[in-house]
């Protein structure tokens, strides 16, 4: 059997020998179809294999594969200029006009028409808005002095005790 062997051994080395493939002594090569297939001296005894080199197409895709992982791309960072919102506490909402969508203030600092202001409270309540008309006791004004108790109409409800503030850009 190992006489069998050897012959197998020395006539895949004549073929090697005839195609000008060099190799270490020690190792042949035995080509397959899809794949090529280094096999040792004693692991043809054996009757196994040891490693299987892939063809050059396949190692260049995984080369090229790992090369891409191996390097992270750096993220891009965007710069944002953003302005910053200074909010002015002007008071409380003193009442709560449901049916007409209006609140009752006693603001702490002049507010006037064309201001945002913000409405803070409760649980789900944060909103801004600009503020189209003030009434005073009915009469429409463009701007409300300090401490004086105005009423202007708001897009969503609200309630006595929620805050008020005055967006400052």
Known sequence: MRQKNQTKIEDISNKLMAKKISLPKDKVI???????????KKNILKKTTVKTIKPLKVIKAISKKIAKKAI??????????????KEKKIGQI????DKLSVIVIKPKSDLGVGDTVRIKGGKDTNF????TSIEID???IKLAKKNQVIGFKIKEKARPGY???????
Request: charged share 45%; aromatic share 10%; no cysteine.
């Open 94 to 97: 003193l009442h709560f006009y």
């Open 163 to 169: 805050w008020v503030y005055k967006i400052e850009a």
């Open 72 to 85: 992270p791309k750096k993220p891009i960072k965007k710069l944002v200029i953003r302005k910053e919102i």
């Open 138 to 140: 009915g009469k429409k």
């Open 30 to 40: 035995k080509e397959n179809k899809a794949k090529k297939k280094i096999i040792t």
């Open 128 to 131: 801004k808005q600009k503020i």
